[in-house]
């Protein structure tokens, strides 16, 4: 997927939820390192109603997410998580089993 492809993802998203969507997806524990990116981009968006976090993490420090929410949660009236369900061959043989 190109990086087009996942703006026009994200827009849709925006306009579904009806909120901005932050996207952290890593493939790196998550540690404070993402704070001080975190919070610029937070300012350049500015004060918004609603902000969704799109997160792929392969977990992390402890502390990290308290962190993560209380900065985000500066910034809007509401906040949501949104974490994608990872397809891989053990759900996707549970899915079409399901649909049988």
Do not use: H
């Amino acid at each position: 997927m190109d990086t087009e492809e996942r703006l026009d993802y994200i827009e849709r998203l925006e306009k579904m939820r009806d909120s901005k969507v932050l996207v952290y997806f890593s493939y790196t524990p998550l540690d404070d390192g993402i704070l001080i990116p975190l919070y610029q981009q937070l300012k350049a968006i500015g004060k918004t109603r609603k902000i969704d976090l799109f997160l792929q993490s392969y977990g992390g420090a402890v502390d990290t997410p308290f962190k993560v929410v209380m900065l985000i949660r500066e910034f809007c009236d509401e906040f949501a998580v949104i974490v994608p369900l990872p397809l891989n061959r053990q759900l996707q043989w549970l899915y079409s089993e399901l649909m049988k």
